[in-house]
């Protein structure tokens, strides 16, 4: 299979999904009018209520919505082969991480921009803005508490040992650090000197390319990892507390325009190059390999669907919205756009290798597949042939690609750091703890509970690590209790919920399978910790379907009366 057509019949798929269903969606769904009032001018507070252009907010959700997420999770899932990622990337997208995200942009937009999980008290009941508050807690500081370790494995040099370390990357941190001085930059001139956007950016693309050119050629290796990990917890602290104009906005959409050129650079090489896809379409020999269903679902993750989405579009991203018509082009535009820079993480691991020898040696064993190094260095190693079938040199290509996987690990942790502060906020206020509803003290607590995640050890190894098993479960668990409150909401004001229903019931089967087996799994390994957070969390999860179960049903019975929310036009 020629992956330049792969490519081009998955970009026409996402283009017609966004004009069509996404529309659709829009005009007899969602019912989004172009003109209702948002909260980002009800309620400007300067510092997390900021009216946004849309191409800048739609560089910050897209940055914040997908990290490393598209890259690693279809870097693994290609090893069942190329025809199930592809088909799930491109279906799941559509149909149902697009409705997520963009159904629950909307639901906050006509709530003052509050999270789902705190909207989850109207529309379902109080204990299911607890149960949902206390869920997210979890897995923002279990994810962040990973993310940290990651980006500081990155950043490290390795070891001179005379062996190759696909995870070491420190030529990424100089470019890294121009890109947000340059976003400090460019916000307080947006936003105090009132410059044009297009000069602001030309400006800023400039200042961060040769950045990028200088700084990839001076790497930074007197730095060890535990102390990278100390300066990202403070980097994260400041970031979640500042105005979000000020670095957020302007960084996020920086680190677009990096991935624009990336992707545009990609799809170029693939035209010059026209490369065959070297892995089998199907595959079933790797050692220890687990069953493709429930766990493809899982593994790819932010590629075609992703709780954490849920976080972004009704955390930061509702309360920057500048106007109500731009809500499909960055909620589902948004989401397509993931989709394809995850049809381009498979083309370049699939496609970018030398070979099926090569392939296989990337691809050997679960284990071997699921490990950091072999995820980046397959991505980096197979986006880097494709830049330099351009003609750009294979050794700029890769630094360049580096520096792009460790641009979005950061835009993920600074932004979900955040989001972990407002989490952290609504708690303080569901609990009645006023000192917990400080902005500072939320945003301190939400570091030290990342911290521990990263420095507390577990037999011996960071206690993230040992649970981030059940990151996937849990991540994928949320978006199906999204959709479960946006069902809810659907049916309580009379509006088609069959578009929302079907993708939650998919969620919530995939899951729980795939939870219930990783519980069955500790229990026979004898893992006795991460079995009973496991148990704890399949409880809370449990409960909280249940809480919107029993919602829905009293709906349908005709017990309960539609909830119109502060803003719903209807």
Same mark, same amino acid.
């Given at each position: 299979?020629?992956?330049?057509?792969?490519?081009?019949?998955?970009?026409?798929?996402?283009?017609?999904?966004?004009?069509?269903? #996404?529309?659709?969606?829009?005009?007899?769904?969602?019912?989004? #009018?172009?003109?209702?009032?948002?909260?980002?001018?009800?309620?400007?507070?300067?510092?997390?209520?900021?009216?946004?252009?849309?191409?800048?907010?739609?560089?910050?959700?897209?940055?914040?919505?997908?990290?490393?997420?598209?890259?690693?999770?279809?870097?693994?899932?290609?090893?069942?082969?190329?025809?199930?990622?592809?088909?799930?990337?491109?279906?799941?997208?559509?149909?149902?991480?697009?409705?997520?995200?963009?159904?629950?942009?909307?639901?906050?937009?006509?709530?003052?921009?509050?999270?789902?999980?705190?909207?989850?008290?109207?529309?379902?009941?109080?204990?299911?803005?607890?149960?949902?508050?206390?869920?997210?807690?979890?897995?923002?500081?279990?994810?962040?508490?990973?993310?940290?370790?990651?980006?500081?494995?990155?950043?490290?040099?390795?070891?001179?040992?005379?062996?190759?370390?696909?995870?070491?990357?420190?030529?990424?941190?100089?470019?890294?650090?121009?890109?947000?001085?340059?976003?400090?930059?460019?916000?307080?001139?947006?936003?105090?000197?009132?410059?044009?956007?297009?000069?602001?950016?030309?400006?800023?693309?400039?200042?961060?390319?040769?950045?990028?050119?200088?700084?990839?050629?001076?790497?930074?290796?007197?730095?060890?990892?535990?102390?990278?990990?100390?300066?990202?917890?403070?980097?994260?602290?400041?970031?979640?507390?500042?105005?979000?104009?000020?670095?957020?906005?302007?960084?996020?959409?920086?680190?677009?325009? /990096?991935?624009?050129?990336?992707?545009?650079?990609?799809?170029?090489?693939?035209?010059?190059?026209?490369?065959?896809?070297?892995?089998?379409?199907?595959?079933?020999?790797?050692?220890?390999?687990?069953?493709?269903?429930?766990?493809?679902?899982?593994?790819?993750?932010?590629?075609?669907?992703?709780?954490?989405?849920?976080?972004?579009?009704?955390?930061?991203?509702?309360?920057?919205?500048?106007?109500?018509?731009?809500?499909?082009?960055?909620?589902?535009?948004?989401?397509?756009?993931?989709?394809?820079?995850?049809?381009?993480?498979?083309?370049?691991?699939?496609? #970018?290798?030398?070979?099926?020898?090569?392939?296989?040696?990337?691809?050997?064993?679960?284990?071997?597949?699921?490990?950091?190094?072999?995820?980046? #260095?397959?991505?980096?190693?197979?986006?880097?042939?494709?830049?330099?079938?351009?003609?750009?040199?294979?050794?700029?290509?890769?630094?360049?690609?580096?520096?792009?996987?460790?641009?979005?690990?950061?835009?993920?942790?600074?932004?979900?750091?955040?989001?972990?502060?407002?989490?952290?906020?609504?708690?303080?206020?569901?609990?009645?703890?006023?000192?917990?509803?400080?902005?500072?003290?939320?945003?301190?607590?939400?570091?030290?509970?990342?911290?521990?995640?990263?420095?507390?050890?577990?037999?011996?190894?960071?206690?993230?690590?040992?649970?981030?098993?059940?990151?996937?479960?849990?991540?994928?668990?949320?978006?199906?209790?999204?959709?479960?409150?946006?069902?809810?909401?659907?049916?309580?004001?009379?509006?088609?919920?069959?578009?929302?229903?079907?993708?939650?019931?998919?969620?919530?089967v995939m899951t729980l399978v795939a939870m219930v087996t990783k519980i069955r799994q500790f229990w026979t /390994?004898?893992?006795?910790?991460?079995?009973?957070?496991?148990?704890?969390?399949?409880?809370?999860?449990?409960?909280?379907?249940?809480?919107?179960?029993?919602?829905?049903?009293?709906?349908?019975?005709?017990?309960?009366?539609?909830?119109?929310?502060?803003?719903?036009?209807?």
């Amino acid at each position: 299979m020629n992956a330049l057509v792969l490519a081009g019949l998955s970009a026409l798929a996402f283009l017609a999904a966004y004009r069509f269903y #996404g529309g659709w969606l829009r005009r007899v769904v969602l019912q989004v #009018g172009d003109h209702e009032p948002v909260p980002a001018h009800e309620l400007n507070d300067g510092v997390d209520y900021v009216p946004a252009r849309r191409a800048v907010l739609f560089g910050h959700h897209f940055a914040s919505i997908a990290g490393l997420g598209p890259i690693l999770g279809p870097a693994i899932a290609v090893i069942w082969g190329w025809v199930p990622a592809v088909l799930w990337i491109v279906f799941g997208t559509i149909f149902i991480g697009g409705v997520h995200d963009f159904a629950t942009l909307v639901l906050s937009l006509r709530n003052r921009g509050r999270s789902i999980g705190d909207i989850a008290s109207d529309v379902i009941s109080p204990r299911a803005r607890l149960l949902f508050l206390v869920v997210i807690y979890f897995l923002m500081s279990l994810a962040m508490g990973v993310f940290v370790l990651i980006i500081a494995t990155l950043f490290t040099a390795a070891p001179a040992d005379g062996r190759p370390h696909p995870e070491s990357h420190p030529e990424a941190v100089l470019p890294v650090l121009a890109i947000l001085l340059v976003a400090l930059g460019m916000g307080w001139a947006l936003y105090k000197w009132k410059w044009s956007l297009l000069k602001t950016t030309v400006i800023g693309l400039t200042l961060s390319f040769a950045g990028l050119v200088w700084g990839s050629g001076h790497p930074v290796t007197a730095v060890g990892r535990d102390l990278w990990i100390w300066i990202l917890l403070a980097y994260a602290f400041a970031a979640s507390v500042l105005p979000v104009w000020l670095l957020l906005q302007p960084r996020d959409y920086l680190n677009s325009f /990096q991935l624009y050129a990336g992707m545009g650079l990609m799809f170029a090489g693939l035209i010059a190059s026209r490369p065959e896809v070297v892995a089998p379409a199907f595959n079933t020999t790797a050692t220890d390999l687990p069953a493709i269903f429930p766990f493809l679902f899982i593994t790819v993750a932010c590629g075609a669907v992703s709780g954490f989405h849920c976080l972004v579009s009704s955390g930061t991203t509702a309360k920057q919205i500048s106007c109500s018509r731009d809500a499909q082009a960055i909620g589902y535009g948004g989401m397509a756009t993931e989709g394809m820079l995850a049809i381009l993480a498979v083309l370049a691991c699939t496609a #970018g290798l030398a070979s099926t020898a090569e392939w296989h040696l990337h691809y050997a064993s679960w284990a071997q597949a699921g490990g950091l190094g072999p995820k980046i #260095g397959a991505f980096i190693t197979g986006a880097g042939r494709f830049l330099a079938a351009v003609g750009l040199p294979l050794g700029g290509s890769t630094a360049f690609a580096a520096v792009v996987v460790v641009s979005f690990a950061l835009t993920t942790l600074d932004s979900a750091t955040r989001l972990l502060r407002y989490n952290l906020e609504e708690l303080g206020r569901t609990l009645n703890v006023p000192l917990l509803a400080n902005r500072h003290v939320a945003a301190g607590a939400a570091v030290l509970s990342i911290a521990a995640f990263a420095f507390l050890k577990i037999g011996g190894k960071p206690a993230g690590i040992v649970l981030w098993e059940l990151f996937g479960t849990t991540n994928q668990l949320l978006g199906g209790l999204a959709l479960l409150t946006v069902t809810v909401w659907l049916a309580r004001n009379r509006r088609p919920t069959r578009p929302v229903i079907l993708p939650m019931a998919f969620m919530f089967v995939m899951t729980l399978v795939a939870m219930v087996t990783k519980i069955r799994q500790f229990w026979t /390994q004898e893992a006795w910790f991460v079995f009973t957070f496991a148990v704890v969390l399949l409880g809370l999860a449990a409960w909280l379907a249940a809480e919107g179960l029993a919602a829905l049903w009293r709906v349908w019975r005709g017990a309960e009366a539609p909830v119109v929310l502060e803003r719903d036009p209807a």
